[in-house]
Nanobody, 121 residues
Framework: QLQLAESGGGLVQPGGSLRLSCAAS????????LGWFRQAPGKEREAVSC????????YYSDSVKGRFTISRDNAQNTVYLQMMSLKPEDTAVYYC??????????????WGQGTQVTVSS
């Protein structure tokens, strides 16, 4: 059974950093492209970033480009989201998902439970 488990969220001050992790199981490492989405209160879920299954191609939404970095460790079947220069508008629940990774990020329907990120002074 495919499972995705996010961790690493928390409370951070504006300008701070966090690293989110998503541990995947139930499929061979590197089989799926993986991505991060986020959903703020009262807003629709939005795609943030994705990374391809094998060649490391990445994509970022304009709202996080230059501040967030996605990476994956196929040996650990884990994907990471390093978030720098965090802003209050980055506050959201962050979800990991299997995706089709391109200039449009499309979920394949497998989601983690989410991890809360709160950026506040």
């Amino acid at each position: 059974q495919l499972q995705l488990a996010e961790s690493g969220g928390g409370l951070v001050q504006p300008g701070g950093s966090l690293r989110l992790s998503c541990a995947a199981s139930g499929f061979s490492p590197g089989y799926y492209a993986l991505g991060w989405f986020r959903q703020a209160p009262g807003k629709e879920r939005e795609a943030v970033s994705c990374i391809s299954s094998s060649d490391g191609w990445t994509y970022y939404s304009d709202s996080v480009k230059g501040r967030f970095t996605i990476s994956r460790d196929n040996a650990q079947n884990t994907v990471y989201l390093q978030m720098m220069s965090l802003k209050p508008e980055d506050t959201a629940v962050y979800y990991c998902a299997t995706v089709m990774c391109g200039s449009v990020i499309s979920s394949l329907g497998d989601w983690g439970q989410g991890t809360q990120v709160t950026v506040s002074s």
